[in-house]
């Protein structure tokens, strides 16, 4: 059974900094695309932020201040944010794609639905 684990969330100060990671299980996810998405209470699920082979991806949101990274098969994704904000305040969730795709652009690494595989999430709590 193929099964993302994300941790490194938790409560932060306004400006602090987190490094959340994700673990695959049950599956190598070296070289294909993984995502961060978050979801915050009562909103929809965004994107954070992507990476494949050759490219990154961010929301305009969080970029220059999120950095998304790959290292290896097991650890396939982590995500260091920096100068969190309130707003920054949600669950966040790791996501991999079922095949690997080749430079699709960021709209299909953006998309939700391209990601077949998920993690049960992880909360990120940021505190004026």
């Known amino acids: 059974q193929v099964q993302l684990e994300e941790s490194g969330g938790g409560l932060v100060q306004a400006g602090g900094s987190l490094r959340l990671s994700c673990a695959a299980f049950?599956?190598?996810?070296?070289?294909?695309?993984m995502g961060w998405f978050r979801q915050a209470p009562g909103k929809e699920r965004e994107f954070v932020a992507a990476?494949?082979?050759?490219?990154?991806y961010y929301a305009d949101a969080v970029k220059g201040r999120f950095t998304i990274s790959g290292d290896n098969a097991e650890n396939p994704v982590y995500l260091q944010m920096n100068s969190l904000k309130t707003e920054d305040t949600a669950v966040y969730y790791c996501?991999?794609?079922?095949?690997?795709?080749?430079?699709?652009?960021?709209?299909?690494?953006?998309?939700?639905?391209?990601?077949?595989?998920w993690g049960q999430g992880t909360q990120v709590t940021v505190s004026s």
């Open positions: 996501a991999g794609e079922k095949s690997r795709t080749y430079n699709r652009g960021p709209s299909y690494y953006s998309s939700p639905a391209t990601y077949y595989y």
């Open positions: 049950g599956r190598s996810f070296s070289g294909d695309a």
């Open positions: 990476i494949t082979l050759s490219s990154t």
